[in-house]
């Protein structure tokens, strides 16, 4: 897209990445598209548009650089509560509030992925819809974005994550685990809140097949991704959508879309587990050499069969879970169903008297 040109003629181009202030502060604004996934947020969605409405109007960072919100983007994820209703209200008061529905629950990353492939604007914002993230602090993922040349920033939480103390280790755990063992660069720095060049948001949704983890598959195509720093905010009394089944999966689903690691891991497991068997076998051959006890042959056999089967089966489980993912693609499986508001539906007529 070009801009005003200048007095030689030559145009000016209006990229994200190069555009910013001037003296009438900002003839090239940067657009941002707001994306929330939607499970409960009965109680809280309405506080946290009062928050973005500010920012619908022309806004300048810290480091001079004009912004506005163009969009904000509900992505309803069929939860528990009534934030169907709540949505449609918010439609209603705000013209830049839109609902996405999806078909079913299809789980936090999908409904982010639905809400990026609907956003329009030069950036996405993907924000919690608990009211932790401050949206405030998008100017500041702004200036990072521009002044690191970065097409995504990831909030750097400066305090604990509200979550308590054994989900926030767990969360620690596991990230330092992809890190290790799957290769995975900046898995420590995964955030819900970010800000996505949208040219990558929108091609990555487009791409992503089911069951990927949405910042993984960041990773593979954008070309520089740093961090800056945010305060979050505390839940409220707002129970967490996540039990510690969810959040398993959750990991495991990190782990299986960082490649194929994974598999050579396998192979390591089986090798240790057959040098441990052999490390058995001599111990008990040189026992029973020097006749120092008599071995029946009892234990020993068990040990073998237990660490051996046991091998098996975890390594089979993850070859298993590696062939579902690409069954799953090759059936066609989506990542999400973007539908139209059931209420505006065949779904949303009430009863009709006969003539």
Do not use: C
């Not at 005003?4 to 209006?14: E, I, L, T």
């Not at 920012?55 to 969009?71: I, K, P």
């Not at 994820?77 to 999806?102: F, H, K, M, T």
């Amino acid at each position: 897209m070009t801009g005003v040109k200048p007095d030689d003629g030559a145009p000016v181009v209006n990229s994200p990445l190069v555009s910013g202030s001037d003296d009438n502060g900002g003839r090239f604004p940067h657009t941002v598209s707001v994306v929330v996934p939607v499970y409960q947020g009965e109680k809280t969605l309405a506080a946290l548009i009062a928050e973005i409405d500010p920012l619908t109007h022309m806004q300048t960072t810290a480091d001079g650089y004009s912004f506005v919100v163009d969009e904000v983007l509900f992505v309803y994820d069929n939860g528990p509560d009534a934030s169907d209703r709540v949505i449609r209200e918010l439609e209603q008061r705000y013209p830049y509030a839109r609902g996405i529905w999806l078909s079913r629950n299809f789980g936090q990353h999908a409904a982010t992925l639905a809400g990026m492939a609907s956003a329009g604007s030069d950036w996405i914002i993907t924000l919690d819809e608990d009211g932790q993230h401050d949206p405030a602090e998008m100017a500041g993922l702004l200036d990072t974005a521009m002044r690191e040349h970065a097409s995504v920033v990831y909030a750097k939480p400066t305090n604990e994550a509200p979550h308590g103390v054994v989900r926030n280790s767990a969360s620690r755990l596991a990230k330092r685990i992809l890190e290790r063992f799957t290769g995975t660069t900046g898995a420590s720095d995964y955030q819900s809140f970010r800000l996505v060049l949208g040219s990558i948001g929108r091609s990555v949704a487009a791409y992503a097949g089911s069951g990927v983890y949405l910042d993984v598959a960041l990773g593979w195509v954008a070309g520089r991704i740093v961090t800056s720093p945010v305060k979050l905010r505390d839940e409220g009394d707002r129970r967490s959508g996540y039990s510690p089944r969810r959040l398993f999966g959750h990991f495991l689903r990190m782990v299986l879309t960082s490649g194929t690691r994974g598999l050579r891991l396998v192979g390591l497991l089986g090798i240790l587990v057959a040098a441990i068997g052999v490390v058995v076998a001599i111990i008990v051959l040189v026992q029973r050499l020097v006749g120092d006890i008599a071995i029946e042959g009892w234990s020993s056999t068990m040990i073998v069969i237990l660490l051996s089967s046991g091998a098996i089966l975890f390594s089979l489980g993850i070859i298993a879970e590696y062939i579902g993912i690409n069954v799953n693609m090759a059936m066609g499986r989506p990542p999400y169903l973007i539908t139209s508001d059931p209420a505006n539906g065949p779904l949303g007529r009430g009863p009709q008297r006969s003539r």
